[in-house]
Each structure stands twice: as C-alpha cells, then as structure tokens.
C-alpha cells in the first residue's frame, strides 16, 4: 500500500515506527521523483558488495565482543536486506513481505521436532541426517540435480572451499583420513616449489590455488573453520606487531627505523609474554573448579549453537 505523502511523512519520523517506518524510508529513498539520486542509480550489482561488506563489520564486532557496536551494524545489515526488497519489489521479483515469508516457511520446515510432530530425543547425528534430506528435497525443488548445485559462487573462497569438499564427502569421494590429507598438502607444496623455478605466472597461481584448496580440506577433517581459524591468525598477527611498535616506540623508534633482527626479538619477546598470561588464566581457572565448570557450559552451548548455525547455512 503507497502511503500519501502526509502519512508518510508521519511513519518516517515516527521513532517507534519499527519496520515498516524502515520500509518506507527505503521507499522514498528510491523514489524516482524525490528520492536520493545515488539510491536511484544503485541495482543488485552495485549494492551487493556493501552487503558483503555489512556482514563482515556484524560478525568483526562480534568477534571483537563490541556489543555495544553490533546493535548498529545488525541495523545496517538489516537496512540492505530492505534495499535489496525494494529493488526486487520495484522489478516485480519479490517484496519484503514474501522474503520474510520465505524464510519463515524455510525454517517450519526444517525444524518439524520443533514446530511439528516430530521427536526432540534425536541425535545430533541423527539431526544431521534429517536436515540433509531436507535440503536434498530443496535441492530438487530447485532443479538442482548435480551434487555442487546451490553452492554460493559468492562466498568467500575458504568457506566455499569447505562447502564443496562436504558435497563431494557426502557421495564418498573424499580421503579417508587426515593422513592422506596432510600428504596431499606436502605434495602440492612440492609443486608450488617447483613451479616458482620455471612455469608461467599462471602455473604458479594454479598451483597456489590447489594448495589452498588442499588445506582447506585439511580444515574440514580437523573439523576447524578456515576462515575463523585465519581470522584468528590475522587477530593473532596485528596484536603481537602492534606489540612491536609499542616497544619501539618507547625506544623513541618507528618500524621503519628498526631492522627485522630487532622486530624478530620484539616478535619472540611479545610471544613469550602471552604464553605466560595465558598459563596464568590457565592456573587460575584451575584453582577456581565452579568457574572453569561454567565456562566450559557456556563454550559448549556456543559451539552448539555455532553447529547449528553451521548446519542452516550449508
């Protein structure tokens, strides 16, 4: 329904408009009367890197545990999702309505031991199971019959790495263990070494290809995300040179006026010290036994719920 310009004007400053006030500002946002000019030029192309975008800034504040920040990044993801409805209500596609509709249905659907008949007493395995031919049933619906159909090509690469490794594991082409996994690894590497002594750039960079896509396999049989684990690394990194700069500092010097024998030494030096913090908490939660119990609830209810999420998004 198009709302006058009065009652419009009324839900767009209405501060406990709630969804539809978002709804309509979206709207006149697009406008092709009086809307912004940059929101009328922008289509699913142009807008899908700032979703991208928006769903990394949600999930660094939560890795950074910046509660206070992911309020306002859950509203800016949640803004693009509304650009995205208008555009495709505007194209006749779909709306709002029928995106909530959608994965609302979707959700029915694929927990029928919690809006159905079916029992709770299952398995997590037998929970896996279930939702696998749940979603082979999508899949078919869809008219995706080849076991990689409906893998993202827009995921980031590790992830999409993982998620057709498991599509081919589920119909056994897959190494048996870790083993054969971790040999693979050593072979490609041997080859990336040789390739850097006379193939073509573009050998190289297959050959660089194949070797992430390895590992990323390796994650897989580890039952490890590669991208959290590199996350993580990054994290890792940024905190220890940070470290770096911060010593050099107090000896009046920046990393530019340093050399990589002194970075090394600062690099060790700021290792050391964690390890020894993290042996301290270590020590700590020992002699606290209630408080390390709670913390590992806590863990275990978070690597539950990541499962899940894991599952839902596959």
Not at 286 to 298: H, W
Request: net charge negative; proline share 4%.
């Amino acid at each position: 329904m198009t709302l006058n310009r009065a009652a419009s004007d009324r839900l767009v400053h209405d501060p406990e408009g709630g969804v539809p006030r978002l709804l309509e500002i979206m709207a006149r946002l697009r406008d092709p009367a009086n809307g912004c000019p940059w929101d009328i030029e922008q289509d699913f192309a142009t807008i899908a890197p700032y979703t991208i975008e928006e769903a990394y800034e949600v999930a660094d504040a939560i890795e950074r545990g910046a509660w206070c920040e992911l309020e306002g990044e859950l509203g800016d993801l949640l803004f693009q999702t509304v650009y995205h409805a208008q555009m495709g209500k505007e194209a006749g596609h779909f709306s709002f309505e029928s995106v909530t509709k959608a994965i609302s249905d979707k959700m029915v659907a694929r927990h029928p031991h919690v809006f159905g008949d079916e029992s709770r007493e299952k398995t997590a395995e037998q929970q896996t199971r279930d939702w696998e031919k749940l979603k082979a049933a999508e899949r078919a619906g869809k008219a995706e019959r080849g076991t990689l159909d409906g893998v993202a090509v827009g995921l980031p690469a590790l992830t999409r790495a993982v998620k057709l490794q498991n599509r081919a594991a589920r119909v056994g082409f897959d190494w048996p263990s870790t083993d054969e996994v971790i040999d693979k690894i050593t072979e490609e590497a041997r080859e990336l070494n040789e390739a850097r002594g006379g193939m073509s750039a573009a050998e190289v960079f297959e050959e660089f290809g194949d070797l992430l896509f390895v590992i990323a396999n390796l994650a897989r049989h580890l039952k490890i995300d590669p991208e959290a684990a590199l996350r993580a690394a990054n994290t890792k990194f940024t905190r220890r040179f940070r470290a770096i700069e911060a010593a050099l500092a107090e000896r009046g010097k920046r990393p530019e006026d340093s050399d990589l024998a002194e970075m090394d030494a600062l690099w060790d030096l700021a290792k050391s010290r964690e390890k020894a913090e993290a042996a301290r908490l270590c020590q700590q939660r020992a002699d606290d036994p209630q408080g390390r119990m709670a913390e590992e609830r806590q863990k275990l209810a978070e690597e539950h719920s990541h499962q899940q999420q894991a599952q839902q998004r596959q």
